[in-house]
């Protein structure tokens, strides 16, 4: 057996080495086994009465799984938002894809699908008319990626509830693209508008 040519010269060699001078390799083998402690403590269940309310510029939500909980899943959100009668959510949008339970009321939801192009920066459109759908109780709505949303409770006299599942995958990935594009109606007072 002949041994293989290298495309390799003695420069390239002498400059793939250099100093020792990190420890990333033996911080993050300490990391892993701080982490593992701190992980088995964290609750495996969560009772309702442990899960914060929260007055946001998307209208009153309760956290139901958030990672500001020090709970064991590290992959989603998951909170319940609240609807008042006749009135609606903010406008939205996140990179990641959302996906979210009726519980209680009648509305709709209204998507602003978005166009999107990579050249040499990402250009984003969102469309100007939205499309509506239609939710009651026990039905399911999927708001795809960047899709900016908003959620409206028909009713006259009945609370919407709703819970919403979102992922945080992207988040350490670099992608933490989340904006509120207007606030519900009475939460104004905590919208911080986004920068374009």
């Known amino acids: 057996m002949s041994e293989q040519p290298s495309f390799v010269c ?10 020792v001078t990190a420890d990333f390799y033996a911080q993050a083998l300490e990391a892993s ?8 403590q964290r609750k495996g269940v969560v009772k309702a009465n442990e899960m914060p309310m929260e007055r946001t510029s998307d209208g009153l939500i309760k956290h139901i799984i958030n990672e500001g909980m020090n709970t064991a899943e590290c992959c989603i959100d998951i909170y319940m938002q609240f609807i008042p009668s006749n009135g609606a959510t903010g406008t939205s949008r996140h990179l990641s894809e959302e996906i979210a339970f009726v519980i209680e009321g009648t509305g709709h939801d209204l ?69 509120q594009l207007e606030p519900a109606k009475g939460f104004e007072d905590l919208w911080i508008p986004p920068t374009e």
């Not at 003695?10 to 100093?19: A, T």
């Open 33 to 40: 086994k701080t982490f593992k402690k701190e992980y088995a």
């Open 10 to 19: 003695d420069i390239e060699r002498q400059r793939s080495r250099s100093k």
């Open 111 to 179: 998507h602003y699908d978005v166009r999107f192009q990579c050249e040499d920066e990402f250009i984003w459109e969102w469309d100007t008319t939205p499309k509506k759908y239609e939710w009651g109780p026990g039905d399911y709505i999927y708001i795809p990626p960047y899709c900016a949303h908003k959620r409206v409770n028909s009713s006259l006299d009945t609370e919407a509830r709703v819970v919403v599942i979102n992922s945080r995958l992207l988040k350490p990935m670099g992608f933490h693209w989340f904006d």
